[in-house]
Nanobody
Framework: VQLQASGGGLVQVGGSLRLSCAVFGSEVRINYMGWYRQAPEKQRELVAR???????TYVDSAKGRFTISRDSAEDTVYLQMNSLKPEDTAVYYCNADGRRFVAPFNLWGQGTLVTVSS
């Protein structure tokens, strides 16, 4: 099972970006997928997560600006980020928790850098 993340880049304050993360593997059942971020000299923090049934969780700073969604058929999760602020600058990591057959997994994708310039 592998994760492939994409969509980071440089954007001006107030702009938008959409991150994508796809799970590749057969016989995979996903419990939840989410996005974390880590800014320089800060701890990694959960940004948003979506579980079965579409239940979502957001960090307070993302509420009202970010939207996480999931295409279950493709095992892909998206993070739409609007009204971006300089403090959103960080490396964003995709995370997936699930199982393949009966073997559980919790995987991280490669980070994708988001830079918000003022």
């Amino acid at each position: 099972v592998q994760l492939q993340a994409s969509g980071g880049g440089l954007v001006q304050v107030g702009g938008s970006l959409r991150l994508s993360c796809a799970v590749f593997g057969s016989e995979v059942r996903i419990n939840y997928m989410g996005w974390y971020r880590q800014a320089p000299e800060k701890q990694r923090e959960l940004v948003a997560r979506i579980g079965r049934g579409g239940i979502t969780t957001y960090v307070d700073s993302a509420k009202g600006r970010f939207t996480i969604s999931r295409d279950s058929a493709e095992d892909t999760v998206y993070l739409q980020m609007n009204s971006l602020k300089p403090e959103d600058t960080a490396v964003y990591y995709c995370n997936a928790d699930g199982r393949r057959f009966v073997a559980p997994f919790n995987l991280w994708g490669q980070g994708t850098l988001v830079t918000v310039s003022s």
